[in-house]
């Protein structure tokens, strides 16, 4: 086994959840994703400033499925 990526983040993380290309990390309301492979390359964040925050994540498939603290549902399509 070897690492393919190491990252470091920061606040407290409530959820990880990951698939074959892409890491998704809820921390503080915050929802970062990467890539998995490599170190470099653009960090995502969710929500965009002035939404609710972020209580709950799922990578399903090329789905992210993130819930904010209103209850609304939101789907990404991570290969766009």
Known sequence: ???VCKRDYF???KSVCMNENW???LSDGIVTLH???GQQGEDYKLPVQGDKPIVQ???VDAFLIMLDASGKL???LLDD
């Open 35 to 37: 890539a998995i492979e």
């Open 1 to 3: 086994m070897s690492l």
């Open 23 to 25: 890491t998704g990390v």
């Open 57 to 59: 994540i799922y990578i």
């Open 11 to 13: 606040g407290t993380i």
């Open 74 to 76: 939101m789907y990404y």
